[in-house]
């Protein structure tokens, strides 16, 4: 009896290579990266100088006014003659309007303060679960190429006693199919380690190493 049944091991999708980074320094690259955390702080720039024009509306207003001016006589060649003044508005009472306008800019400041702080816990919660996914990633794929390793030996060990005669081809088959099967095990714990991986480079918005 030939000894030429095989599972081909499925080829794996390459190497793995561990992250170098500890995850405080992630943190601070995400806050720094994440383009939605930095449309919410021009938001918050945004809501502060509303404030400051909301309150200028109930300050009085100052103009220069000028003019100019000639004046003809038959008996002169004309004159000419600036007339520069200072006007002064100052707001009419209107009901408290432009106060409630001054609060309600401090209050959707506020707001958009608070989205900040939010968005900041969210993304590094974000981070945390991200290198957890890829730290259980990289562990699953080491446990798997060690075992691996071993079903492969046992592969050799019992394809070699069958072919001496000293062996059971039930006993081969055996030792193929768990060879094949932790294989195939360990090539989709590569495959979900490239996946954790590539959500943790989505979540910093940067390539990880």
Do not use: C
Not at 194 to 199: P, V
Request: hydrophobic share 40%; aromatic share 8%; proline share 3%.
């Amino acid at each position: 009896v030939g000894t030429d049944v095989s599972l081909n091991p499925i080829e794996p999708p390459g190497k793995v290579f561990p992250l170098t980074e500890d995850i405080k320094t992630l943190y601070e690259r995400a806050l720094q990266a994440r383009s939605d955390l930095a449309a919410l702080k021009e938001q918050v720039k945004i809501a502060s100088k509303r404030i400051g024009i909301a309150r200028a509306e109930r300050l009085p207003s100052i103009f220069a006014v000028g003019g100019f001016q000639t004046y003809d006589a038959p008996d002169t060649s004309g004159t000419e003659e600036w007339d520069i003044s200072l006007r002064m508005e100052i707001p009419i009472f209107d009901a408290g309007k432009r106060r409630k306008k001054v609060e309600a800019a401090k209050v959707k400041l506020l707001e958009e303060r608070m989205h900040l702080f939010e968005l900041r816990q969210k993304i590094i919660k974000e981070v945390g679960d991200a290198v957890k996914r890829v730290k259980t990633a990289e562990s699953q794929v080491k446990s798997f190429k060690a075992r691996v390793k071993l079903e492969k030996e046992v592969d050799r060990v019992e394809t070699l006693k069958y072919e001496k005669g000293a062996g059971d081809i039930d006993d081969m088959l055996r030792a193929k199919a768990e060879f094949a099967y932790s294989n195939s095990q360990f090539v989709a714990s590569l495959y979900q380690w490239l996946t954790a991986k590539s959500y943790l480079n989505l979540v910093v918005e940067e390539e990880v190493k």
